[in-house]
């Protein structure tokens, strides 16, 4: 493949950040760029309570712990997403639920949410938490969802590992729920190279999910130990980079945005369709996801026939409820119709990268175009 789907993007400004690393001898964890890391992403995101962690999916494993969710506890999340948004569930020893989603954003729907939570309230075992994302940057319809939550009273955990840099109301994702987590790894729009940060609600919820992700040692001279920890905070020269990274998050989001339109424009005589903004909101744009009508190929034809001229794509990410993983979960729809799999199976995902070229997008949209004769052909 010489089109990747997203590949890092390097501002030059992260070597600065290491070298101070190694000069300092800052190697080992924690260190002065894990905390200007933490105080500068508090800053672009207006949220005082950060801690960084070793990756998006430890985030969430100590989002779940603080909440106190354990064995038998129920947590509803959104079903069209990657494993990582549900597998901490499992962690945890609690049950998953799965929500479909709507077609406007191809995140959760409302008024799937509205229907689960009743029919809990109905049962007397409502979830102890809910998990929306922002699939491939595009926001939720994240008012309804917080409204909702805060009517059943269950906390409210954004996924927002795919979109940071995308906003609601002037307000980043991330920090809208209750507790909200970010993802640096390599194929995002900034990276650390592995890594991740958890926006908690207070200071005394920051200091527990440290400890736990300290190993939980007590305030003792020696190492006293009473509850499990984990061996989970970001290091001080990955951190670096990631300072190096967050100088330029609004070009990037710029230049993810501009692809966008790019595709979107190039694309209007096809019979395809994308994810929408909901008002008063901005998408980072990580991913450009689209549906493809009738009129067009398959989704794996077409994969297939940009894999031939060497470009990458993706299906959009397979259902929870579909994996045989996740088996034998609960999963509930508007009316029985299943939104998500008709998302996930005419849906696929096209090189985004920052650093992608203008002939190189090019020539993703004129190997896109070609599937149109393509048609023809077969049809006649
Ligand atoms: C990447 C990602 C995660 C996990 O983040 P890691 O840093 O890779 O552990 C979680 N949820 C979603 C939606 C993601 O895309």
């Known amino acids: 493949m010489n089109?990747?789907?997203?590949?890092?993007?390097?501002?030059?400004?992260?070597m600065i950040y290491v070298e101070e690393a190694f000069s300092s001898n800052w190697i080992a964890p924690l260190?002065?760029?894990?905390?200007?890391?933490?105080?500068?992403?508090g800053k672009y995101t207006d949220h005082a309570h950060m801690l960084a962690t070793s990756s998006g999916t430890a985030a969430l494993h100590l989002a779940l712990m603080t909440l106190g969710i354990e064995k038998n506890d129920l947590v509803f999340c959104q079903t069209l997403t990657f494993v990582a948004s549900v597998n901490p569930i499992l962690y945890v020893g609690a049950t998953p639920v799965f929500i479909?989603?709507?077609?406007e954003t191809w995140n959760m729907s409302p008024e799937a949410l509205r229907k689960a939570l009743v029919q809990a309230a109905t049962k007397g075992r409502l979830p102890k938490a809910v998990i929306v994302v922002h699939l491939y940057g595009v926001v939720a319809k994240i008012g309804e969802i917080?409204?909702?939550?805060?009517?059943?009273?269950?906390p409210l955990i954004e996924d927002a590992a795919e979109s940071l840099g995308s906003t609601w109301q002037g307000l980043m994702t991330g920090t809208i729920g209750d507790i909200g987590f970010y993802s640096f790894n390599g194929n995002k729009i900034i990276t650390t190279s592995g890594g991740g940060m958890l926006l908690l609600g207070s200071d005394s919820?920051?200091?527990?999910?440290?400890?736990l992700a300290t190993q939980a040692r007590e305030n003792e001279l020696h190492y006293e130990h009473e509850e499990v920890g984990y061996n989970y905070r970001l290091s001080n020269v990955s951190a670096g980079i990631g300072r190096g990274q967050l100088e330029v998050i609004e070009q990037r989001v710029r230049a993810r945005r501009n692809v966008f339109k790019r595709y979107e424009r190039m694309f209007s005589e096809m019979d395809v369709t994308y994810q929408q903004e909901v008002p008063y909101s901005r998408a980072n744009r990580w991913l450009t996801a689209?549906?493809?009508?009738?009129?067009?190929?398959?989704?794996?034809?077409?994969?297939?026939?940009?894999?031939?001229?060497?470009?990458?794509?993706?299906?959009?990410?397979?259902?929870m409820?579909?994996?045989?993983?996740?088996?034998?979960?609960?999963?509930?729809?508007?009316?029985?119709?299943?939104?998500?799999?008709?998302?996930?199976?005419?849906?696929?995902?096209?090189?985004?990268?920052?650093?992608?070229?203008?002939?190189?997008?090019?020539?993703?949209?004129?190997?896109?175009?070609?599937?149109?004769?393509?048609?023809?052909?077969?049809?006649?």
């Open 31 to 41: 260190g002065p760029n894990v905390n200007a890391f933490e105080d500068e992403l």
């Open 146 to 154: 917080r409204q909702i939550c805060k009517e059943f009273e269950v």
């Open 100 to 103: 479909d989603s709507e077609d």
């Open 290 to 319: 689209m549906q493809l009508g009738r009129d067009v190929v398959s989704r794996d034809q077409l994969i297939q026939h940009l894999t031939g001229a060497g470009i990458e794509s993706r299906p959009v990410w397979k259902p």
């Open 3 to 14: 089109i990747l789907l997203s590949k890092p993007h390097m501002s030059g400004r992260e």
């Open 321 to 380: 409820h579909l994996q045989p993983l996740y088996r034998d979960a609960e999963y509930v729809t508007v009316d029985g119709e299943d939104v998500s799999r008709r998302l996930f199976e005419n849906g696929i995902c096209l090189p985004s990268s920052s650093n992608m070229t203008i002939g190189e997008q090019q020539k993703v949209i004129q190997t896109v175009l070609d599937t149109r004769s393509f048609i023809k052909e077969k049809s006649v």
């Open 205 to 211: 919820q920051r200091q527990h999910a440290l400890k």
